[in-house]
């Protein structure tokens, strides 16, 4: 059983990761069918670090069917953001960043992901991933200084 | 230690690499104190980190802002429906995730493999064994061996009415009552099932609970057959007026079909109560009587008044089939007294045959099987 939070933190994980409409959705449909074959924890949930490992290997798997620096293809229907944020930024992060730093900052800067439990899942020590994540946001900044909007 | 290193971290000027990488760190409060302000205090000069700072504040701002981007709800059902082969498995290997109509039915079909399965499987003959038709069970009786030809030749040459020519044959014929004139074609006797039943009280002897029905159904052991088998010489004598008037004659007066006749056999030597092998012996008498039913409780009642008890494990007179079963005990004295007194009711055929049950001194052991006439049953072959 996959809660609806979680089926939009994986949607929303390969969503702003892939940047792929279809190609996303699809990921998100074979990460929800492989997290419900895993025995979730006694409360209903699944374990971030189990979630963390199916994504990767998702992404793994569908990234190798983009092309960097293609251009994106997203409805406006799929993604709602809040008023004042930019998705211009985003998409501007995204081709100047490492897919290791997007998919830093994607699970634990935007979908609260614990940093240990994304680098077991990703499988490197928590220096890496803390690294990543550091340049990740330092990058984002830059990106949002260049682009003269603070939000 | 940590002091040590503090105080030279203190005295050491952070670069501005230092502090350009110190300063996430600082945004997400994992500096300790030392360095914080020490990377506070740079700050304050270096104009370059301070908009790093401000970068990294509003890429924090931002993200913030990105967590509450929402996706499609319709999408988002969508993907919640995404199953693979293995949770549609896990999801339907508990029954209570199936439709309920579905599930009833598998429920039913279960049920109903079952409970063919196990009509199918169960050996239900064996169970319940089937009772034969008529109400009287045939069954394979002993098979008593045919005497000694010298044994033979002396029944011969007393017997008048020529039973003893019959008799021998009939030994295995479970000595049936044509022997003794019965010419109404009254059922044979089963004697073969009488040294059944008397194999099985050998076994009472020795077992404490026999059971009727096995008694008539036991096959006596060999040595039940014993190694001189009686045979029987049918003497007429007149019927008596009184019980105790009729005494068993040597030579029955031929002819004499209303006489009551009282057929004694006996075995040479076959019982000697000092004899270690022979041990003890046994009567067994048969007759064929009208009016069973009358009869019998009357012959119980003279048993009892003689003194007699019974020896077995079943009632004086247990019923079986068409005839009736008397094992019992008598003193040794009423002997002749029984005999006269079973004369009264119709013929008899009494035979004295040894066994292994040594009764006690002054007591006789009494077998005796009375068949109702009339009974249209075969005898058994």
Do not use: C
């Not at chain 1, 059983?1 to 390969?14: C, G, K, N, T």
């Amino acid at each position: 059983m996959v809660s609806s939070d979680q089926a939009r933190e994986i949607a929303l994980f390969y969503l702003l990761s892939l940047m792929d409409e279809k190609l996303a959705l699809s990921a998100a449909h074979k990460s929800i069918a492989q997290l419900k074959a895993m025995k979730p924890l006694e409360n209903g949930t699944h374990d971030r670090v189990d979630v963390a490992r199916i994504l990767r290997k998702g992404f793994d798997t569908h990234r190798k069917m983009l092309q960097r620096n293609r251009p994106t293809e997203m409805s406006e229907r799929i993604l709602w953001f809040p008023d004042g944020t930019d998705f211009a930024t985003w998409q501007k992060f995204y081709r100047s960043s490492s897919d290791a730093e997007v998919t830093a900052i994607v699970l634990t800067r935007i979908l609260g992901f614990p940093e240990a439990a994304v680098a077991e899942g990703f499988n490197v020590s928590s220096g890496t991933m803390k690294y990543r994540v550091a340049k990740g946001t330092r990058q984002l900044g830059n990106v949002l200084s260049k682009s003269g909007s603070r939000l | 230690m940590s002091e040590i290193k503090s105080n030279q971290f203190t005295r050491k000027k952070l670069t501005p690499f230092l502090a350009h990488e110190m300063i996430y760190d600082y945004v997400t409060g994992q500096l300790d104190n030392e360095r914080r302000a020490a990377l506070e205090e740079f700050l304050v000069k270096d104009s370059e980190s301070q908009n790093l700072l401000k970068n990294i504040q509003a890429a924090q701002a931002y993200t913030e802002n990105l967590r509450k981007v929402t996706v499609d709800a319709e999408t988002l059902l969508q993907l919640q429906e995404a199953e693979s082969a293995v949770s549609l498995g896990k999801k339907y290997s508990s029954l209570k995730e199936w439709p309920e109509s579905l599930r009833w039915s598998v429920t039913a079909i279960a049920l109903s493999v079952i409970v063919a399965g196990s009509v199918a499987l169960i050996p239900w003959g064996r169970l319940m064994p089937a009772k034969k038709p008529g109400g009287v069970s045939q069954l394979e009786v002993a098979q008593i061996p045919q005497p000694k030809p010298d044994e033979a030749t002396e029944v011969a040459a007393n017997d008048d009415s020529g039973s003893g020519d019959e008799a021998p044959d009939e030994a295995g014929d479970e000595g049936s009552g044509d022997d003794v004139g019965d010419e109404g074609g009254a059922p044979p006797v089963n004697v073969a099932a009488l040294a059944a039943i008397a194999a099985q009280q050998r076994k009472a002897t020795a077992t404490p609970t026999p059971t009727p029905t096995a008694v008539a159904a036991n096959r006596p052991p060999e040595s039940v057959a014993r190694a001189t088998p009686p045979t029987f010489v049918t003497v007429n004598l007149p019927k008596p007026i009184q019980p105790a008037a009729a005494k068993p004659s040597p030579t029955p007066a031929p002819g004499t079909n209303a006489s009551t006749n009282l057929t004694i056999s006996t075995t040479p030597d076959s019982h000697a109560p000092g004899d270690a092998k022979a041990r003890g012996f046994v009567y067994r008498a048969f007759m064929t009587l009208d009016n069973l039913e009358e009869i019998g409780p009357k012959i119980t009642s003279d048993i009892v008044a003689l003194g007699g008890e019974k020896a077995g494990e079943v009632e004086l007179g247990w019923k079986r089939g068409t005839g009736r079963y008397y094992h019992y005990a008598l003193p040794e004295e009423n002997e002749k007294k029984m005999l006269e007194r079973l004369q009264v009711y119709g013929p008899v055929r009494i035979s004295k045959d040894p066994h292994p049950r040594v009764m006690p001194p002054g007591k006789v052991r009494f077998i005796l099987w009375v068949e109702s006439a009339g009974d249209p049953s075969a005898p058994p072959n």
